[in-house]
């Protein structure tokens, strides 16, 4: 499903993000990505995404080389991707429902559809009741649930989850792992990068290790 | 999409302005335009006799008159029949009435079978040597000189028009930019959940059309309100001079005109910003 073969990543003015990285996931896999901060997991996810493209090696997701992906297929690329961003990218000027109504906005769905499923998306997280909230009186544990809502309301094949526990408590940590574990088990491809080694030893799944940019066997 | 509604509105109102400017100077002139027409007609040459001619010196030159090629018509006019005339077309009835004697001449209207300027002058100038003849007057010469100075006019109307509308776009292409600059989370997040260029471009085009729209709509009001005020002292300068005139405003064919005139401004301007503009917010 996804798969890195000798990736370099450079920035400008020398920094090395990423070194001869490679490694494949496969359908309906869930990986952790760890390591610690600065280490290069925001970047591995962001080059799967098409955010970032890398300097040397190729990206294939879904058999599609993302790295020389031309920018009028990134959307569709993207379509297929949920993503749960470490700042959440919420917007605060909507509601609750209609943050998780985007995407699907975007897509073209039609007004009912995208509602049945805007509510199944909540209702996943646990903020059904909320719907007509502002983004303002949730707290950080449910604004991540929401930033999740929001990445699955499209049933995307791949789930790519940058720190998603990062700012929150244990009890609140589990929970969300729980709603990504359920989501694994419906078949879905999920990639969830953390420096907190303690939740993939728990949770005992496959864990690539990142360090100084650098794939750890 | 309108964050703030007194700055839509003051946008709206700049563009009504700019485009109310041509577009009620271009009503002005085809309204001088109608009139000159309805007063000039065909040209025609006046041949004003002496004070002096007798009736048998009127035959003879009547005579010469039917016989000559160059000519299509006479119409021979006596010294009453012309101030009749001149009381019923002129509007200055009262003072007409006033006169104690007769000051018109009598004449011939002569209506030429060719129009051009260079044939009715020769013939003007052959018919002012004929004996009796006081004076040969080309009618339309006035109508002509107009004619030529409203079309300096239209060009003075065509060149502001164009100034006004890059001022549009311009207008509107600012806007837009605040626009997106506002919106700038919203597009970085809808680039990120995989919106296309087109879907993020196509609100920002809606809304330079709307407001160049609306902007068009304000400018037919300004026209129009003020062809009422205007119409309003017409009618009583109209009636100073007994004759009756108004003015017309746009035709529903001129105001359909403006009105896809100003939303293809507004888009213009929207499509011009959004080009420039959106490509610079990439997520990171």
Known sequence: MISFTQVNKHYPGGYTALRNVSFAIAAGEMVFLSGHTGAGKSTLLKLIAGIERPNSGSVLVNNQNVGVLKGAALPYLRRNLGMVFQDHKLLFDRNVFDNVLLPLQICGFDHRESAKRVRAALDKVGLLKREKSSLVSLSGGEQQRLCIARAIVNRPAILLADEPTGNLDNAYAQEIMAIFKSFHQVGATLLISTHDDSLSRDNQVRTLTLKHGELQP | ?284
Not at chain 2, 68 to 97: C, H, W, Y
């Open chain 2, 1 to 284: 999409m309108f964050a703030s509604p007194l700055a839509g509105l003051l946008n709206i109102l700049v563009i009504g302005i700019a485009l109310s400017l041509p577009a009620g100077m271009y009503v002005l002139l085809q309204n001088a335009q109608s009139l000159i027409t309805k007063l000039s007609g065909t040209p025609q040459i006046s041949l004003f006799l002496n004070m002096d001619a007798k009736a048998d010196d009127i035959d003879k030159l009547r005579k010469l008159l039917t016989q000559n090629p160059a000519i299509e018509k006479v119409t021979f006019v006596s010294r009453m029949q012309a101030l009749e005339q001149l009381k019923q077309n002129s509007g200055l009835t009262d003072v007409i009435g006033s006169l104690n004697q007769n000051p018109l001449p009598d004449g011939f209207v002569i209506s030429p079978k060719q129009n051009e300027a260079a044939a009715l002058d020769a013939l003007r100038n052959e018919l002012a040597k004929l004996p009796k003849v006081e004076q040969a007057q080309l009618d339309s010469a006035w109508a002509y000189k107009l004619e030529a100075l409203l079309k300096f006019g239209r060009l003075g109307i065509l060149i502001l028009a164009s100034l006004l509308s890059i001022a549009l776009v311009a207008v509107t292409f600012n806007t837009i930019r605040l626009q997106i600059l506002t919106h700038r989370d919203e597009i970085e997040v809808s680039r990120l959940i995989g919106a296309t260029n087109r879907f993020i471009r196509r609100p920002f085009l809606y809304f330079g059309a709307l407001q160049g729209l609306l902007g068009g709509v304000m400018a037919w009001l300004i026209i129009s309100v003020s062809l009422l005020l205007l119409n309003w002292q017409v009618g009583t300068l109209a009636r100073l001079y007994a004759s009756q005139f108004a003015l017309h405003s746009l035709s529903s064919g001129d105001s359909l005109a403006l009105l896809i005139f100003s939303v293809y401004l507004g888009w213009l301007g929207a499509w011009l910003s959004v080009g420039r503009h959106l490509s610079k917010i990439e997520p990171h």
